[in-house]
């Protein structure tokens, strides 16, 4: 009999910048993401909001999970945008990419166009 090996992945070679496989994404901080560790359910129903953004408000990598969550989320209506991300529900992170939209109209140069 013939013993069938199958290659093992390490925890630790998972390669957190490229996730599928693709380009390469710093996405380091969501090793320190307090809801990695946590029922996803706390982000995602209405009962767990409150809860969700006590969470958010103490974790250390809310600025970049903002700036994902907005990247992610570009171009999107807020019905569109769902669950609690950075402490915000999807109608705050839409009024936030709208005030920074109309920031980048009003002012091209700063904004980088
Ligand atoms: S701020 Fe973002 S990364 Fe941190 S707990 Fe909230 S949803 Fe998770």
Do not use: N
């Not at 706390?42 to 767990?48: A, E, H, M, N, P």
């Not at 402490?87 to 980088?112: F, H, K, Y």
Request: proline share 6%; aromatic share 6%; glycine share 8%.
């Amino acid at each position: 009999m013939t013993a069938v090996t199958t290659p093992v992945t390490s925890p630790d070679s998972f390669d957190h910048d490229r996730p599928y496989g693709g380009p390469v994404m710093k996405r380091d901080w969501e090793l320190e993401a307090v809801c990695r560790t946590r029922e996803p359910e706390i982000w995602f129903t209405r009962k767990g909001r409150a809860e969700a953004r006590l969470l958010c408000g103490a974790c250390p990598v809310r600025t970049d999970c903002l700036e994902a969550v907005l990247e992610h989320e570009a171009g999107l209506s807020a019905g569109y945008r769902a669950g609690i991300f950075a402490g915000l529900t999807g109608e705050e992170r839409a009024e936030i990419a709208q005030q920074r939209s109309e920031a980048a109209e009003s002012d091209p140069v700063s904004a980088g166009r």
